[in-house]
């Protein structure tokens, strides 16, 4: 129910712009997110936007990474500038998703991979 795209190979200091959408019977869609998981590493949260808009960063991408959403098209982005080589991970999207008005659910993306290497 969410695909995630926009993953791959870059330089340091390059850029990539993760999308994520949603499809299938949506009420509406409250938080939508990316975690992300480094080899060795547990997951973290590193960005999540709110259905008003209001959004949240890891400390490590402030300033470097900027979430979007396009509720038309049920549809989150994440932005990356200034890539380093520790951001490469497994970044997985995540929405709270309401089917019908009255249910609601966690749902998560397949994950995409960022490599950043030279």
């Known amino acids: 129910q969410l695909q995630a795209s926009g993953g791959g190979l870059v330089q340091p200091g390059g850029s990539l712009r993760l999308s994520c959408a949603a499809s299938?019977?949506?009420?509406?869609?409250?938080?939508m997110g990316w975690y992300r998981q480094a080899p060795g590493k547990q997951r973290e949260l590193v960005a999540s936007i709110t259905s008003a808009n209001s959004t949240s960063y890891v400390d490590s991408v402030k300033g470097r990474f900027t979430i979007s959403r396009d509720s038309a098209k049920n549809t989150v982005y994440l932005e990356m500038n200034i890539l380093k080589p520790e951001d490469t991970a497994v970044y997985y999207c995540f929405g709270s998703i309401k089917p019908t008005s009255r249910t609601i659910g966690n749902y998560w993306g397949q994950g995409t991979l960022v490599t950043v290497s030279s």
């Open positions: 299938g019977t949506i009420f509406s869609i409250s938080n």
